[in-house]
Structure formats: C-alpha cells, structure tokens
C-alpha cells in the first residue's frame, strides 16, 4: 500500500509561483512505476495536469498548463514536485497527487493523497 502525502498549496495572486510536494506518509521509498498531478475544482471533474514514469524517461503535460507547469522527482528525498508558474485563477483547485504500478502514464491511478487547495486571486 502506497500513501501519499502532498504540501505546499495556498492563496497566491495572478502570475504568482508555487510548488507542491508530494511524498510517502511513511516516509519509505517510492516503489511505483508512475506519478501524476491531478486537480479537481468546483463543479468540475477531477483532471490529469503532468505525469512522469518513475525512471524519469516519460513524462506528459496537458495543454492547459504546458509550459507553465513543471513536475520533477527527487528519488534522494523520495519526493514528487509540480512547480506551477504564472499562475491564473482559472487554476483554483485542490491537487492531487497520484501513483500507479501499471504499465501506462495514462493508467487508472490507484493511490491518491488528500489533496491540497490552491487558489489563485485576481
């Protein structure tokens, strides 16, 4: 069983910075095959923003925060970051972030953390 934990969100103005982390509760290594980022906001369905393989050979962003949004793994410190630049209101969401041991970026993720919010005002 894989826990995660994820930190770093908050309230922040328009074209403002932050960087979310994410890390085993448990403190133990990964030992996953894929992470992702994921947010859901109000009234919407929950959306896939960047993913990466484990092995850092594959990595995928959506459209809408390509070039805006970074994610990057740390396997020292056994974290997964999503660096998030230039940020709108439009991205006010609780994030998520997500593991899976399937063979796919874009597999079902079956470990989840609790979330955090990130607000963006205008």
């Known amino acids: 069983q894989v826990r995660l934990v994820e930190s770093g969100g908050g309230l922040v103005q328009t074209g403002d910075s932050l960087r979310l982390s994410c890390a085993e509760a448990?403190?133990?290594?990964?030992?996953?095959?894929?992470m992702g980022w994921f947010r859901e906001a109000p009234g919407k369905e929950r959306e896939l923003l960047a993913a990466?393989?484990?092995?850092?050979?594959?990595?995928y962003y959506a459209s809408i925060v390509k070039g805006r949004f970074t994610i990057t793994g740390d396997k020292t410190k056994n974290t997964v970051s999503l660096q998030m630049n230039n940020l709108k209101p439009e991205d006010t969401a609780v994030y998520y972030c997500?593991?899976?041991?399937?063979?796919?970026?874009?597999?079902?993720?079956?470990?989840w953390g609790q979330g955090t919010q990130v607000t963006v005002s205008s």
């Open positions: 997500a593991a899976n041991n399937k063979l796919g970026l874009f597999a079902s993720y079956d470990f």
């Open positions: 448990s403190g133990r290594t990964f030992s996953v095959r894929h």
């Open positions: 990466m393989s484990w092995t850092g050979d594959d990595t």
